[in-house]
């Protein structure tokens, strides 16, 4: 299956691509079935690494350092603060309903199935002609020319979460609550 | 072929977090828990966009700026939804999710 061996480059390649792969889903498997949240959440973050790894496969190192940046970096690290500032977590927590399990397990299935399905039958057509510019200057003039108004918006779409993200969250002092 | 260079790896890849997700969102019922679940749908949907890119665009940079926009979404939308966590566990004393029946009639 692999030509040349596993100690030719392709060989070393597939065995980091599979570690890679491995470790995606062990974290995605923790981010989900662990009871401890903080598990989770250190499960989030080994799958999220695992993510970037993907990305550079996928030929993006740019995008690889923004999902570290943003995801393990802003999202989990305000994930964390959000667990300290709520329930502390020596509390008793309620047993799993076998039915809910059961109800979930059952429906993320039926949606797995048809999408698996759906991933088979179709037959993926590359486009008659592709460019092989992959720099992150490109990007960038992407981002600042045919995307610009998008990009515009979601700097106000940033200004606004975090307006709202401070009216939400600011309780006692002066404030209606 | 190597595995790491086909599409139908990373589809398949991706549908495996996507489920996984899922699973998560429907069996959890602690608010945070489903929040880290809807982020792993959200990952799995960049996978896709990004294996799209890599094998089937005809530019290459314009799935790459649709997943940067994503990961910006994304993080308007876990800054809103922990900021009413936390006002969830303040009024309510309690993030889980079954306790959070305030508006039933």
């Given amino acids: ?177 | 072929m190597l595995v790491f260079n086909q599409l139908e790896t990373y589809l398949y890849l991706a549908l495996v977090l996507f489920a996984i997700g899922l699973y998560g969102v429907l069996a959890r019922r602690s608010l945070i828990a489903i929040l880290i679940s809807v982020e792993l749908i959200l990952n799995a949907a960049s996978i896709n966009f990004m294996a799209f890119n890599r094998f089937l665009a005809p530019h290459p940079a314009v799935g790459q700026v649709i997943t940067l926009f994503i990961m910006a979404v994304a993080a308007a939308e876990a800054a809103i939804a922990l900021s009413i966590i936390v006002a969830v566990y303040r009024k309510l004393k309690s993030i889980n999710i079954e306790h959070a029946t305030e508006l039933r009639g």
Avoid at chain 1, 20 to 35: D, E, F, N, P
Avoid at chain 1, 45 to 51: A, C, F, K, T, Y
Avoid at chain 1, 136 to 151: E, K, M, P, Q, R
């Fill in chain 1, 1 to 177: 299956m692999i030509p040349g061996g596993f100690l030719s480059p392709q060989g070393i390649a597939t065995i980091a691509f599979f570690l890679v792969v491995a470790m995606t889903l062990v974290g995605a498997l923790i981010a989900v079935a662990a009871r401890n949240i903080f598990h989770n959440v250190l499960g989030l973050v080994l799958s999220l690494i695992g993510v970037a790894g993907l990305f550079l496969y996928l030929n993006s190192p740019f995008v690889a350092l923004m999902e570290i940046l943003i995801y393990v970096g802003a999202i989990c690290i305000a994930i964390c603060f959000a667990i300290m500032l709520s329930e502390p977590l020596y509390l008793p927590r309620p047993p799993r309903s076998l039915t809910k399990i059961l109800g979930a397990v059952v429906g993320s299935g039926l949606v797995f199935v048809f999408l698996f399905l759906l991933t088979k039958k179709t037959k993926w057509v590359p486009a008659a002609q592709r460019s092989t510019d992959w720099s992150v200057t490109t990007i960038g003039h992407y981002l600042l020319t045919n995307y610009a108004l998008i990009f515009e918006l979601v700097s106000l779409l940033l200004l606004v979460a975090m307006l709202g993200a401070i009216v939400i969250a600011r309780g006692g002092r002066g404030s209606s609550s």
